[in-house]
Structures are given as C-alpha cells and as structure tokens.
T-cell receptor
Framework: GNSVTQMEGPVTLSEEAFLTINCTYT??????LFWYVQYPGEGLQLLLK?????DKGSNKGFEATYRKETTSFHLEKGSVQVSDSAVYFC?????????????FGKGTLLTVNP | DAGITQSPRHKVTETGTPVTLRCHQT?????MYWYRQDPGHGLRLIHY???????DKGEVSDGYSVSRSKTEDFLLTLESATSSQTSVYFC?????????????FGPGTRLTVL
C-alpha cells in the first residue's frame, strides 16, 4: 500500500535560516505529491503540489521537486520567517481509481525563533 | 476558501454517548472525507463519500459511521463514544473531476471524550 515517511521533528531554526524537511514515499502507480501546512488552531492548507516526475511545486518561497528515482519530495525554503512556524505534512494521492484519497505523513513541527 | 464549515467546533462528551459531527460545504463538490488527527499519527482517513448515499471506509473506520443524504452535508457519527476517540476531526473536500486530487480542509472539531 501507499505510505509517506517524513522527517521527525520538532525542527527549530533561527529566522533567515535554510529549511529542509525530508519526505519519501512508497506508492503504486503514479501519485501526485503534496505539502500541506497547519498553523496553530487551524485546518490544513495546501502549500504546494506536483503531479508528475521532475515537476517543481512552489509557493510562498517554499519549493519541492518530485523525484521519482529517489521517491522523494523534500520541502525547502531559503530563508524562514517566524510566521512559517507551523506543522508541515507531506502527502500523496494515487488518483488511479482511488477516489482521490490522500495518504499523509505524520507531520513535522517547525518553530522559527526571531 | 472552499466553503467548508464544521460543527460543533468543540465538544466534550462522556463515554458511551452518541456524538454526531457535521461537515457542510457550499459548492456542490462530489468528494468529501473525514479524518482524525492525533499526535504521532498525522491524519488518518475515517470514511469518505463519492456522492449522495455513496460512502466507503477508510483506514480507521471502526466505531464510526457516516451518512450523506444531500451533497452539501457529510455527517460523522460515533455511536458510543470512547476515550480513544478523543481527537481533532477534520472534514475535507476534493474538487475531483480529474484536476484533481487536491483536498481542501475545514477548520476542525476538537472532541474530548471523558
């Protein structure tokens, strides 16, 4: 079955530091890959997505590249801000007749200090 | 904003009582989902719906039932609540129609079972 493994947190960085959150996956078929972000007390928001190999998703300074050869979708940001403090979830969807179900990783808590 | 609301937003109940959570959407999306979020587990799918009266189980469906009698509402029922069902519950919708497997989430319901 499908699974997503992302790096365990928590991750604590200083403002303007470089961020990487690792995500690897196991899937049948050709999944789409997602990063969602959850700010304190809120629901999940889509951060970025990629639907095929070598696609790069980007949003709000965050980027992730769909690497089929390494089954990875690592999230990066060049300079984090305090406002980026949140929980980040990697997820995949194998849309081949699966009713668009998502499989999530366990989440990584990021804290950015001023 | 995908027009998703959840009610109630917070609920405290006692073991053995029935509980119903409501998810309401305003945009006639076909696919709807219920997840629970627990520390160390990320989000796990409870049940989902692919149309009115069409529902199926997710990975953690034991102790839960759902109903969808109209497009806009997806109800999650705990027939006899247990302390292990203390969690944050999120509803999501998918735009479907091949664009897309992107899911959009409601604000969540925090349920405490004493």
């Amino acid at each position: 079955g499908n699974s997503v493994t992302q790096m365990e947190g928590p991750v604590t960085l200083s403002e303007e530091a470089f961020l990487t959150i690792n995500c690897t996956y196991t899937a049948t078929g050709y999944p789409s890959l997602f990063w969602y972000v959850q700010y304190p007390g809120e629901g999940l928001q889509l951060l970025l997505k990629a639907t095929k190999a070598d696609d790069k998703g980007s949003n709000k300074g965050f980027e992730a590249t769909y690497r089929k050869e390494t089954t990875s979708f690592h999230l990066e940001k060049g300079s984090v801000q305090v406002s980026d403090s949140a929980v980040y979830f990697c997820a995949l969807s194998d849309s081949g007749g699966s009713n668009y179900k998502l499989t999530f990783g366990k989440g990584t808590l990021l804290t950015v200090n001023p | 904003d995908a027009g998703i609301t959840q009610s109630p937003r917070h609920k405290v109940t006692e073991t053995g009582t029935p509980v119903t959570l409501r998810c309401h959407q305003t945009e006639n999306h076909r696919y709807m989902y219920w997840y629970r979020q627990d520390p160390g587990h990320g989000l796990r799918l409870i049940h989902y719906s692919y149309g009115v009266k069409d529902t199926d189980k997710g990975e953690v469906s034991d102790g839960y039932s759902v109903s969808r009698s109209k497009t806009e509402d997806f109800l999650l029922t705990l027939e006899s609540a247990t302390s292990s069902q203390t969690s944050v519950y999120f509803c999501a919708i998918s735009l479907g129609q091949g664009t897309f497997d992107t899911q959009y989430f409601g604000p969540g319901t925090r349920l405490t079972v004493l």
